[in-house]
């Protein structure tokens, strides 16, 4: 069992900054792909931002390109996205998510179905 705990969300104004956190619990698969889907009010969750620890590769969703950019530090088996520019559209709760096993980073960012573990999720709200 995974636990994911995110951090990091809260209101902002637009083209302001935020950095979410997630820490995992210890991941006993030595391969894994981790990243951040949302949902907002009325919308499907989608992918945003993962990384995959087999080749090292990374997503980021056409909306966010530019402007996101995730990392991780395996020794705190955390993973963060900053969030640059932010906009209205990118209101929305924040989940980090896992796949364990081989997997590249698009391929978890790109199917819901393809996830393990979720964390609780943080709100991110873009207002002035």
């Known amino acids: 069992q995974v636990q994911l705990v995110e951090s990091g969300g809260g209101l902002v104004q637009p083209g302001g900054s935020l950095r979410l956190s997630c820490a995992a619990s210890?991941?006993?698969?030595?391969?894994?792909?981790i990243g951040w889907f949302r949902q907002a009010p009325g919308k499907e969750r989608e992918g945003v931002s993962c990384?995959?620890?087999?080749?090292?590769?990374?997503y980021y969703a056409d909306s966010v390109k530019g402007r996101f950019t995730i990392s991780r530090d395996n020794a705190k088996n955390t993973v963060y996205l900053q969030m640059n520019s932010l906009k209205p559209e990118d209101t929305a709760v924040y989940y980090c998510?896992?796949?364990?096993?081989?997997?590249?980073?698009?391929?978890?960012?790109?199917?819901?179905?393809?996830?393990?573990?979720w964390g609780q999720g943080t709100q991110v709200t873009v207002s002035s």
């Open positions: 990384i995959s620890s087999s080749d090292g590769s990374t």
């Open positions: 998510a896992v796949h364990l096993g081989v997997a590249t980073a698009e391929a978890l960012g790109a199917q819901v179905a393809w996830v393990d573990y």
């Open positions: 210890e991941l006993s698969s030595t391969y894994y792909a």
